[in-house]
């Protein structure tokens, strides 16, 4: 895959107006200060305790799923009818690189904040829940390389919907599920080694930075 062609530079997060410091004086502020990692509940899954640094936190506006505006990172699937033909509607799968794997997984609270964000370039993901609470993903376009880490303003937050789950193209990166109740289940499609040969992962809190998810 080709990758985008931009320099990255968040090893100085404040090059971004998306959440730049002067935002911290502003009444509709996207950029706050947050206690050091370990010190608060609302940390997204797997923050160290160990840094004493204080992270620069961007707020991330959630939107209304569509297939419309989900069309870059991947495709809306929702129920049909049966006996409904094949079409361009139902997920487009790509799982020829490996043994299919199709099961549930059970994950604990994860709140509604990231400092990590992963791409899986060997393979479509379908994601959904079991249940009737919404989850949450933040998402960003493929760009082929961890060398080409989404930039604040790449970032899009969804809202995702009992009844629906969603196929997220070769490549997309992405930081979820999230949720706030105690646990959730989902069914996740993807390969037997996913996790092992493919998960290629950013970590921003190396730039001291981190996202919360606002959700209106």
């Given at each position: 895959?080709?990758?985008?062609?931009h320099?990255?530079?968040?090893?100085?997060?404040?090059h971004?107006?998306?959440?730049?410091?002067a935002?911290?004086?502003?009444?509709k502020?996207?950029?706050?200060?947050?206690?050091?990692?370990g010190?608060?509940?609302?940390l997204?899954?797997?923050n160290?305790a160990?840094?004493?640094?204080?992270?620069?936190?961007?707020?991330?506006?959630?939107?209304?799923?569509?297939?419309?505006?989900?069309?870059?990172?991947?495709?809306?699937?929702?129920?049909?009818?049966?006996?409904k033909e094949?079409?361009?509607e139902?997920?487009?799968?790509?799982?020829?690189?490996?043994?299919?794997?199709?099961?549930?997984?059970?994950?604990?609270?994860?709140?509604?904040?990231?400092d990590?964000?992963?791409?899986?370039?060997?393979?479509?993901q379908?994601?959904?829940s079991i249940?009737?609470?919404?989850?949450?993903?933040?998402?960003?376009?493929?760009?082929?390389s961890?060398?080409?880490?989404?930039?604040?303003?790449?970032?899009?937050?969804?809202?995702?919907p009992?009844?629906?789950?969603?196929k997220?193209h070769?490549?997309?990166?992405?930081?979820?599920?999230?949720f706030?109740?105690?646990?959730?289940?989902?069914y996740?499609?993807?390969l037997?080694?996913?996790?092992?040969?493919?998960?290629?992962?950013?970590d921003?809190?190396?730039?001291?930075?981190?996202?919360?998810?606002?959700?209106?």
């Open positions: 895959m080709k990758g985008i062609a320099k990255n530079c968040l090893s100085r997060p404040d971004f107006p998306f959440c730049s410091p935002s911290v004086t502003r009444p502020k996207l950029f706050t200060r947050r206690r050091p990692r010190s608060s509940t609302g997204a899954a797997g160290s160990a840094s004493t640094k204080d992270l620069r936190v961007c707020h991330l506006p959630v939107n209304d799923l569509t297939p419309g505006n989900f069309e870059p990172f991947g495709q809306v699937v929702g129920p049909s009818y049966d006996g094949y079409g361009a139902d997920a487009q799968l790509v799982l020829d690189q490996g043994t299919p794997r199709f099961y549930i997984m059970r994950l604990p609270r994860r709140g509604l904040s990231f990590r964000i992963t791409y899986h370039a060997k393979v479509t379908c994601l959904g249940g009737l609470q919404p989850w949450y993903m933040a998402v960003a376009a493929p760009s082929g961890v060398e080409e880490w989404p930039r604040p303003e790449d970032l899009h937050a969804f809202r995702i009992a009844g629906t789950f969603i997220l070769q490549g997309t990166w992405h930081a979820g599920p999230l706030e109740e105690d646990s959730m289940a989902f996740n499609l993807e037997s080694d996913t996790n092992v040969v493919d998960h290629n992962t950013h921003y809190s190396t730039s001291d930075l981190q996202f919360l998810l606002v959700d209106k």
